[in-house]
């Protein structure tokens, strides 16, 4: 998340990838005590250093009324394609991570870890609902389907492209060549039924930066410092103490 919301182009768009980062960072704190409580194992050789692990955003004050959850969508039309592309990338890791904690928290054995997982699944489908609530609803389901294309062939190319191991790189190389080859399947369809051309729907000759994992300690750090009491209020942010008492997650609790 780090890696797109720090080349992220749309302002707004940045904003809520920060804001549910923070949030995420204390997941990745509250599974590394788990970690640690059940296998007595150490974070750091998971995250390799590339990043801090420590508190974020207390999950206790994560949960909020479905009101806050809205966010004004881009304009198709006008973003930048590596919006759509961070879009994209953004709303599929946080649904598969939703639907992971929810098909397969409940099956351990620990009761606490049941509990953990069932309460940041709670956390995660709000992320799901703000961050998919980021996509222009007026691009039509054909549109949709071959950005998605795209942009799993640019995903498996930013794989490929900082992956080290020559044999793990070609299979890399290898997906990215099929989602190409969805991806003009998808042009041609479009152009077919739609009578647009693909080159009118992305608007772009590239698509950088590329996806990298690496070190995020500094901005993380920052993120959280200049952020942390940021609450989400009419599709805005603002610090908790500029929050009306009429905000619908106060009323509900």
Known sequence: MRCLAKNEPDPYVRQTLDFALIEDFDHLYRYSCLYDYLEEGDPDNVVQSKTEVKPGRPTSIEHRHPDDSMRTHYDKDTADIKTRMNYLTIVAGEQQTELFYKSHGFMYEDELTRNLFA????????HVTQYG??????????EKLTMMQLCEAYIYNSCAQSEKDSRIRG?????????????????DLLMKYEKR????????ETIEPLVIFEQNKEYV?????NQLDLSPHDMQYKKLRDVPDSWSTTKAK
């Open 133 to 142: 609530l980021l996509g222009d609803p007026r691009e039509t389901m054909l």
């Open 197 to 204: 051309d693909i080159r009118d729907v992305v608007k772009a």
């Open 171 to 187: 299979i890399w190389e290898d997906f990215a060549k099929m989602e190409y080859t969805h991806f003009q399947a998808c042009a």
């Open 221 to 225: 750090n920052e993120v959280i410092e």
């Open 119 to 126: 309460e940041i699944a709670e956390i995660e489908e709000q």
